[in-house]
């Protein structure tokens, strides 16, 4: 894993302006009228809803998951069908889905809301979904040091459900596992039954 800046470069709200004219351009570009009623405070609305979508690159992730506990709990520990909302970073267009983490700790528990708080640090920003899922698998490694980790996305892409291939409905699932889940089947198993419950 990289320093601070790998993480944390969020530009929206420092740049407003900026982006307020360049959205306003694209609706002239589209053959929009951008006088007319109902697009006078696009820009603008277009800008704030960026720094909330786009608000994970202000967030280092791994202090999202900062606080920590140290405790001898060193079973399986899973919170699943955390909700996220994240954009493909080829056509900018949404994806969302659940999050499921599992870890068996070694010494250091993290706090249950601080997992949801790492997977909005990482989901909101421009993504492919497979890098959402290692990236969590990487910092709850990093932070936690657990024995060991799996982290399973699923995901609905509006890029192929609305344009392109046209395809509502279907889901793309990812996964990630580190430490004992890479060596044991039967660990991936276990997590893999708890999550569909
Ligand atoms: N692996 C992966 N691919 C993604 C993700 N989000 C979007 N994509 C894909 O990125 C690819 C971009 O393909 P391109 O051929 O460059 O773009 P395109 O011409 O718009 O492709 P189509 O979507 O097939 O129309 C598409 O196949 C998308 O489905 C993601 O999270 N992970
Ligand atoms: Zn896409």
């Known amino acids: ?3 601070i800046k790998e993480y944390v470069n969020g530009k929206v709200s420092a740049n407003r ?8 351009k694209i609706l002239e570009l589209i053959g929009e ?3 007319r ?6 820009p603008a609305r277009v800008t704030r809803m960026y720094e909330e979508i786009f608000g994970g690159y202000s967030i280092d992730p791994r202090e999202a998951l900062g606080v920590t506990f140290d405790e001898s709990h060193e079973e399986l520990v899973i919170v699943k069908d955390i909700v996220y909302y994240s954009q493909c970073e080829h056509h900018m267009a ?10 068996v700790p ?3 528990i993290a706090g249950l809301s601080k997992l949801a708080r790492l997977v909005e640090a990482v989901s909101r920003r421009l993504q492919v979904q497979e890098r959402i899922t290692a990236q969590i698998a990487d910092i709850m490694v990093e932070v936690l040091g657990p024995h060991g980790v799996m982290v399973v ?6 890029c192929m459900c609305s344009r392109g291939v046209k395809k509502p409905g279907s889901k793309t699932v990812t996964m990630a596992t580190r430490g004992s889940f890479r060596e044991d089947a039967s660990a991936r198993a276990e997590f893999l039954a708890l999550i569909k419950e």
Do not use: N, R
């Not at 302006?17 to 306003?24: D, G, L, S």
């Not at 996305?153 to 509006?158: A, F, N």
């Open 153 to 158: 996305v699923e995901g609905e892409h509006l």
């Open 106 to 108: 070694s010494g250091h």
């Open 33 to 35: 009228d951008t006088s």
């Open 37 to 42: 009623e109902g697009l006078l405070d696009t």
């Open 1 to 3: 894993m990289g320093g």
């Open 94 to 103: 949404p994806f969302f889905g659940k999050v499921h983490i599992g870890y």
């Open 17 to 24: 302006e900026q982006i307020e004219y360049h959205v306003a």
